[in-house]
T-cell receptor
Framework: DVKVTQSSRYLVKRTGEKVFLECVQD?????MFWYRQDPGLGLRLIYF???????EKGDIPEGYSVSREKKERFSLILESASTNQTSMYLC???????????????FGAGSRLTVL | AQSVAQPEDQVNVAEGNPLTVKCTYS??????LFWYVQYPNRGLQFLLK??????LVKGSYGFEAEFNKSQTSFHLKKPSALVSDSALYFC??????????FGKGTRLHILP
């Protein structure tokens, strides 16, 4: 089974701190995504990546950055955390186009971040 | 821009009754449509997808979805609801950049 592992299930940080959320997948997927999930707003795409060292902005990239130095790892960075970034963060991965099962996202368990 | 709408925040169904969770979409070109489920304290899981072919798509846990091009809908259905089906359900669509865009979710409550 494809596994997507998010390093932290729960984090509590203070306003202004730099926050790293790590995500690792073990099935050689090309595509990786970061979403945030908020009640009543569903999932909103922050950033995604189709390949190593590539990144694309999603719908709500402000206040975030990402890093993909290795194919299996996709990190979300909050340079200076703010209270409005308190949320559940979900990492996902998928195969690239042209392969069976492409477009189907496999999600990690999520990282719940609280910014005080 | 591609989008999906889930018009109901919550759906209540008695156990054993058929259930429907609604989804409408707006895309240019042929739609790639998906349903995901999130059980309490767990990550999202893929249920089913429509890419092309039969309008009725079967997925996991006895769920199915009906693609209706004229109504731009992709409703999730199950003939007989179980209490264990209680969860948060998300409809999603692939946009032109291969991003997957999600709806706001519908909470399904199955009443014993």
């Amino acid at each position: 089974d494809v596994k997507v592992t998010q390093s932290s299930r729960y984090l509590v940080k203070r306003t202004g701190e730099k926050v790293f959320l790590e995500c690792v997948q073990d099935m050689d997927h090309e595509n990786m995504f970061w979403y945030r999930q908020d009640p009543g707003l569903g999932l909103r795409l922050i950033y995604f990546s189709y390949d190593v060292k590539m990144k694309e902005k999603g719908d709500i990239p402000e206040g975030y950055s990402v890093s993909r130095e290795k194919k299996e790892r996709f990190s979300l960075i909050l340079e200076s955390a703010s209270t409005n970034q308190t949320s559940m963060y979900l990492c996902a991965s998928s195969l690239e186009q042209g392969f069976p099962g492409a477009n189907v996202l496999t999600f990690g368990a999520g990282s719940r971040l609280t910014v005080l | 821009a591609q989008s999906v709408a889930q018009p109901e925040d919550q759906v209540n169904v008695a156990e054993g009754n058929p259930l429907t969770v609604k989804c409408t979409y707006s895309v240019s070109g042929n739609p790639y449509l998906f349903w995901y489920v999130q059980y309490p304290n767990r990550g999202l899981q893929f249920l089913l997808k429509y890419i092309t072919g039969d309008n009725l798509v079967k997925g996991s846990y006895g769920f199915e979805a009906e693609f209706n091009k004229s109504q731009t809908s992709f409703h999730l259905k199950k003939p007989s609801a179980l209490v264990s089906d209680s969860a948060l359900y998300f409809c999603a669509v692939r946009d032109g950049d291969d991003k997957i865009i999600f709806g706001k979710g519908t909470r399904l409550h199955i009443l014993p």
